[in-house]
């Protein structure tokens, strides 16, 4: 399995609030979510994103609210995979639960650009840059995790 | 090697003599809690996984508190999701308008909560818990859903910061300006998977609301959990709300920490973090002048009985500045009929705040209280991320009840020292 698409690329610390501000939390339908994603600090994020699209930021994204909303307006905008150094511990466990994919490589982070064509080798880890002709590797996912992700979520993989 | 308070907790609730970080584990739930906003995602994956009963009815929490009393149809339909998910289930802690309360203000409130137990909560503040010596952390609604169909959650061990606590705080300090120096210091991702331990010669000190309001901002420094020893102040406590036998643990000596910080509690300054970032602090000598608009006082971190009553006492005799709103909610009708008891409304009316029915509301811009383009607030929650508590281009300063109060008399930010 892979992805490949342009980069949606951010900083530091990208937070719930602003991936889905609470004031659109009264809804529950991912298309509802992903009208507003990432709306208070990218407005043409919804415009610009084609699906399979990669997002990358650096440190601690995801950080604040358990909102699973967030990952769920990720996913239903189309973003095929989301790259960061590092990702706050709720968002990570809702990424892998809804099945979102994410790899944490601070090299990736730090190096890719907005704009670059990315593609991701989900199996292997290789994050391969096309527009600049690097390549990163990040850590593949401990066994336990890859079989909720093959089972395509942890309701199923408890089934 | 000896294991954190943490590691022993979840050791015992998976069967194993021993666990070390980066372990992964399966472990039995005490509780798993949810709320307005979250369980409706969790109903959905619940059903379309095919469950038709949670594994305990008396282990499952769901609180309407984040949009309630409903402020507009679709919350009104998550709720009425909620109370018939609650109904159909038989689940024993259901919370609607009447009886409910923010969240985790309610449950240690209720005596839902105690030492030696594991907690999964479908928002972020689940980790409140610890202050009562519990494992609890926040997980999203799938992990809800699961939890409320099997009574277990994966988990990865988490490795743990130890922070100890000596000295005795000045009057004005409460636990919100020990956390908010923590965080300023550590960084908001400064606990990223870990555990944070609370000990030491201080804990004596700080009461257990003091000790709420640190272990729910365990998140904003990236933390698992926040977590405290437990001692005869948290048995005080227990003791009026929990009848069911709970195990106490202790750190092992030779327990491992990545680091461990010395707090000086004496030494401690009113603190105040500035937008938009909960390590953005500064000590309020610092703060220069920070005009404001708007005064909130509530919510999970400090809405609690001990925090109205600091406000009150610096609200007494007094009137907030002109143009600010001034925004009391307690956090659960319990505190609410108390702090009325008290005559601490009185107090608050006069001064010319408003008095709020129990809700998370303004602190995440759901409702009753959202800022306009450009309009300050100092707030007692915990959050003041862009966009927080209204427009993109508000700002949301993070302080204790006695620096908001403060602040709303004066219309600037300062500390209880200049009134």
Known sequence: MNAKGKVHKYLDNVDTDVIIPARYLNSSEPSELAAHCMEDIDADFV????????????????????????????????????????????????????????????????????????????????????????????????????????????????? | MGMTMTQKILASHAGLDSVKAGQLIRAKLDMVLGNDVTTPVAIKEFKAAGFDKVFDKDKVSIVLDHFTPNKDIKSAEHCKMCREFAGEKDVTNFYDVGKMGVEHALLPEKGLVAPGEVIIGADSHTCTYGAVGAFSTGVGSTDMAAGMATGEAWFKVPSAIKFNLTGKPAKWISGKDVILHIIGMIGVDGALYKSMEFGGDGLKYLSIDDRLTMANMAIEAGGKNGIFEVDDVTRAYLDERVDREYTVYTADEDAEYDAVYDIDLSALKPTVAFPHLPENTKTIDEVGEVKLDQCVIGSCTNGRLEDLEKAAEIFKGRHVAKNIRAI??????????????????????????IISTPTCGPCLGGHMGILAKGERAISTSNRNFVGRMGHPESEVYLASPVVAAASAIKGYICGPDEI
Request: net charge negative; charged share 25%; glycine share 8%.
């Open chain 1, 47 to 159: 415009n610009n994103v084609k699906p399979g699209d990669i997002m990358v930021a650096r440190n601690n994204f995801g950080c604040g609210s358990s909102r699973e909303h967030a990952p769920i307006a990720i996913k239903a905008s189309g973003i095929g995979c989301v790259i960061a150094a590092t990702f706050a511990r709720i968002f990570y466990r809702n990424a892998i639960n809804i099945g979102l994919p994410i790899m944490e490589c601070p090299e990736a982070a730090e190096n890719i650009n907005a704009g670059d064509e990315v593609e991701v080798d989900f199996d292997t880890g290789v994050i391969r840059d096309i527009t600049t002709g690097r390549e990163f590797k990040a850590e593949p996912f401990p066994e336990f995790i890859k079989d909720i992700i093959n089972k395509n979520g942890l309701l199923n993989s408890l089934k």
């Open chain 2, 328 to 353: 009391i909610i307690p956090a659960t009708q319990k505190i609410y009929r108390d702090a009325m008891k008290e005559g601490l409304f009185d107090i608050f009316m006069d001064a010319g705040c």
